[in-house]
């Protein structure tokens, strides 16, 4: 793992960050946290100033654990956000082959794999092909080993991000054409 070389300063982020409440975006949230974490660090340099001559050696040690394990609360959010680009990455190749998949030779759903049957989509289904892909990308980065979110999590989150009725409910639905896919497979085998 890398190390940061600094903890980062007050002066690193926007004032807008502290404009960030419960209903802000995930890496809004984060941004504040990342702020939390310097004003923490700030005040455990001053406290170690102001620290007499008699507790300076106790209190120096204590406030140095305690600043090196904000900074290691720091590397961790760093990582999980690198992490986050990762899955976001994967969720992008996912969704193409996915799209590419609901396309299909007539464009109508999913072809028949070795174990399970074809799975058609019709009407407002084949209109919002995208949202279905996006469900089904989401199942299956909830099931990978290892996944940030359960199941229920990801399709609680990702149909939340959708606008409208009929996103929602594709959304849910390319979820559930997933789950479908993998029981169907792991009952044939």
């Known amino acids: 793992m890398t190390r ?3 903890f980062p300063r007050l002066g690193d982020f926007s004032e807008r960050v502290q404009e960030v409440n419960a209903s802000s975006p995930p890496g809004d949230l984060r941004e504040l946290g990342r702020f939390r974490l310097a004003q923490a660090n700030l ?5 170690c100033a102001a620290l007499t001559p008699e507790s300076r050696t106790a209190g120096e040690r204590c406030l140095k654990r305690v600043q090196d394990l904000l900074l290691d609360a720091y590397l961790m959010l760093a990582l999980a956000d690198q992490a986050s680009r990762d899955d976001q990455a994967l969720l992008k190749a996912l969704l193409k ?3 590419k998949a609901l396309q299909g030779p007539e464009g109508t759903g ?12 019709a009407g407002w289904q084949l209109r919002h092909r995208d949202d279905v892909a996006d469900g089904m990308a989401a199942a299956e ?3 990978a080993l290892g996944a940030a979110a359960s199941p229920w999590t990801a399709l609680a989150e990702g149909r939340a991000r959708k606008r409208g009725d009929r996103a929602r409910s594709a959304f849910e639905l390319g979820f559930l054409m997933h789950l479908y896919q993998r029981l169907m497979h792991a009952g044939a085998a």
């Open 4 to 6: 940061a070389t600094r």
């Open 43 to 47: 005040l455990l340099d001053s406290l």
């Open 97 to 99: 082959a996915l799209l």
């Open 110 to 121: 999913l072809p028949a794999t070795e174990r399970c049957r074809a799975l058609p989509l």
């Open 141 to 143: 980065l909830s099931l």
